[in-house]
């Protein structure tokens, strides 16, 4: 097992972006990564005892707990997957489709005679007096 402390990653993060190995997700905090020649790749899988953020990998310098690069870069997509996970949770349930589906059965709105407003509009060209209709707003 390999302790994860922010000073032995440093080489390791170093390397890592260096390589830029390809890192799958291939079970619960569980990733494959590539190898530096990116033939070969390695498991490496995150494990927290008591507190402490462990990680193993079975390349060389995991098997003799060497923070290795794939380990490295696989932390950071662990974290970023971790965060997202959280955020998931911390977020409210999801709110009800805005998009409001007209259900056929749903009765046609009654005819209501308040929308109809009667007015006399005075053209203000020939000051004639011209009776005016309007629905919701709208001259009819
Ligand atoms: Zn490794």
């Known amino acids: 097992m390999i302790k994860l402390e922010a000073s032995k990653m440093t080489k390791a993060i170093e390397k890592a972006k260096a390589i830029h190995p390809r890192v799958s997700c291939i079970g ?8 530096s020649d990116g033939k070969g790749s390695y498991t490496v899988r995150f494990v927290v005892s008591n507190g402490l953020k462990l990680a193993e990998c079975d390349c060389k310098a995991g098997k003799v707990s060497q923070v290795c ?7 950071a997509v662990n974290i970023g997957l971790q965060r997202m996970k959280q955020q998931v949770a911390a977020a409210p349930a999801a709110p009800p489709s805005p998009v409001a589906i007209p259900s056929p059965t749903k009765p046609q709105p009654k005819f209501n005679p308040a929308r109809i407003v009667y007015s006399v509009y005075v053209c203000p060209n020939t000051l004639r007096r ?3 209709c309007t629905v919701d707003g709208w001259n009819v």
Request: charged share 15%.
């Open 28 to 35: 619960e905090r569980t990733y494959k990564v590539t190898s």
């Open 130 to 132: 011209i009776p005016a």
């Open 69 to 75: 690069f794939h380990v490295a870069a696989a932390s």
